[in-house]
């Protein structure tokens, strides 16, 4: 199950190499597999995409924290996250508990979010070639359905957080927590590695710290943000990119090499 691309495949063995490759030499290193006769299903991929800042152009949870606290101490718990000296979850639930809105307000602000403009298209061709997208965030579940059916996305499976509204307040709770994990609220790798039976092709896109682990534990790795700089400073190889534009481009290559080679 070549990837084409094998300067971006993380395995057991070449996961310590060095290799942060540009677009362009990625699609000349593309061409040039191409030649071979190697078979290339993107059917054989599970994809699994990141949330905020990935799927939508803001980050959302920041700005509905930023929007309805009542006061400014959410941004000295953002400085302490921001310095890693605590993780997300008691980053979270710390700047939640000044946050005020009713459902209708959120509902209202969520209206403005927008997705990333190729995002329709990518998932038309997934979902054509078979591929249902998981969708795995560190925002609440309840907010990222809520976006996804606001935009007539309507049966994708997102794991996130969950909440529940008491009068005026969002109170979290944390179902995907991994004890052993100190920076995540939601250790998203759980879902990359539950399912080992499947011997498919992991491939995870994402921007941010809560993408870390996932992507050390994924085969091919999208990367902008800070989860690009992540993975070069751990050497880790990873596909630049800057909105699904690069990555619907890249997928409709594989699936083109696959049909030539089948
Ligand atoms: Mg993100
Ligand atoms: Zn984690």
């Known amino acids: 199950m070549p990837w084409p691309c094998t300067c971006s495949v993380s395995s057991p063995d070449n996961r310590s190499q060095p290799n942060p490759m540009p677009f362009v030499n ?16 993107l059917s054989n991929c599970r994809v699994f995409f990141d949330f905020d800042n990935t799927m939508t152009t803001s980050d ?3 700005d509905v924290i930023r929007r309805f606290s009542i006061n400014d101490q959410w941004m000295a718990l953002e400085k302490a996250w921001d310095e890693e000296k605590i993780g997300t979850k008691e980053c979270l639930t710390g700047q939640l508990k000044n946050v005020r809105l009713s459902k209708s307000a959120l509902h209202k602000f969520l209206k403005r979010v927008e997705l990333d403009p190729h995002f329709h298209q990518l998932l038309t061709l997934l979902v054509r070639e078979g591929i249902k997208p998981v969708i795995l965030s560190d925002n609440f579940t309840y907010i990222v359905e809520w976006i996804l059916n606001y935009h007539g996305i309507k049966d994708l499976k997102v794991y996130g957080n969950t909440l529940r509204f008491y009068r005026d307040r969002i109170i979290p709770s944390f179902p995907y927590d991994n004890p052993f994990c100190l920076n995540c609220a939601h250790c998203k790798k759980i879902h990359l590695t539950k399912d080992k039976t499947e011997n498919k092709l992991i491939v995870y896109v994402g921007d941010g710290r809560s ?6 534990v994924s ?6 943000g800070s989860l690009l700089n992540f993975m070069h400073k751990e050497a880790l190889p990873c596909i630049p990119y800057k909105n699904f534009s690069d990555i619907h481009h890249y997928f409709q290559e594989v699936l083109t090499s696959g049909r030539k080679n089948n």
């Open 60 to 62: 959302v949870l920041d």
């Open 219 to 224: 085969d091919v790795v999208f990367a902008k």
């Open 26 to 41: 990625r699609l000349h290193q593309l061409e040039t597999v191409l030649q071979s006769k190697s078979p290339i299903v």
């Open 211 to 216: 993408d870390f682990c996932p992507a050390k």
